[in-house]
């Protein structure tokens, strides 16, 4: 069971880093077929289940599957212990059965999980919960399986660039850091300093509470038009900000999922009537 761990996580990120959409850190989109982007997951194994059901990408080979921060939430060991590593192992397989159509984008969860930092989901310290249940499951193997997950994680692009001039990423970095903000991390390897406060990483997975004027600012500096990110937790499952931003939550049973053409431009008006409802599907 540990070597099965970490094959699988050698395996996803071997195909993260090789995907023949990516340039650096970023997973370029063509201008053709379909994308379907999710929030957060935080665990949430039903609404994955569905997500996937809706892409089909068994009879889909044009559409890609965005996914984001799978660890930290959903169901409990006996102790308490968080069990989200299990659903990333199904979200790994899914990248594995479909290489080139499956992508993960970096949340701020991940790099807390690498840097062993705390962070707190419904006042429970995500990371010690997690890695815990790791510990209980792995025994003397746990070190290796995690250092394997932390390698993994490390592979993740940073964003996704749309043909059609959308951009998806967890966050932005906040109003204090968008001007002056490093776009070279988008082209180098990053590494463990890079996710480290207040380097460009942290920043721009960690950002909330954009104002109108930095997303403007950051749409300039990008050259995109509109942003869809994550992070930011929405009872419904989406709030949009400003004319060019929408914020998706995919976590519990409000969550939604965006679906957009490749093949054509949107306004944000037009991107939101493209929302669904997860728990709509199946």
Avoid at 131 to 148: L, P, S
């Amino acid at each position: 069971m540990p070597q099965q761990a970490i094959q699988l996580f050698r395996k996803a990120a071997e195909l993260n880093k090789a995907c023949p959409l990516r340039k650096g850190n970023v997973v370029h989109l063509p201008d053709r077929g379909k994308v379907i982007v999710t929030g957060d997951l935080h665990g949430h194994r039903r609404n994955f289940e569905r997500i996937v059901q809706y892409a089909n990408l068994e009879n889909h080979p044009d559409t890609h599957v965005i996914l984001q921060e799978i660890i930290h939430g959903g169901p409990e060991d006996d102790y308490g212990g968080c069990l989200s590593y299990q659903l990333l192992f199904g979200a790994l397989e899914y990248k594995l059965r479909f290489p080139s159509q499956v992508h993960f984008i970096l949340g701020n969860h991940d790099t807390a999980a690498i840097c062993n930092s705390s962070v707190v989901k419904a006042g429970k310290e995500m990371n010690l919960a997690m890695k815990t249940a790791m510990r209980r499951q792995y025994k003397a193997k746990f070190h290796d399986v995690e250092t394997a997950m932390m390698d993994y994680m490390m592979s993740q692009s940073l964003a996704v660039r749309c043909a059609n001039r959308i951009w998806i990423s967890h966050s932005l970095p906040t109003d204090n850091f968008a001007e002056n903000f490093d776009l070279a991390i988008f082209d180098r390897p990053y590494t463990l300093e890079d996710i480290q406060r207040p380097n460009p990483v942290y920043q721009l997975t960690w950002g909330r509470r954009h104002s109108a004027q930095i997303l403007e600012l950051m749409a300039k500096r990008l050259d995109v038009d509109i942003f869809v990110l994550g992070h930011q937790p929405q009872e419904i499952g989406w709030i949009p900000v400003g004319d060019n931003t929408l914020i998706l939550a995919s976590e519990h049973n409000h969550g939604c999922l965006l679906t957009f053409d490749l093949t054509r431009s949107y306004t944000l008006v037009e991107l939101i009537e493209n929302i669904i409802a997860i728990a709509s599907v199946g």
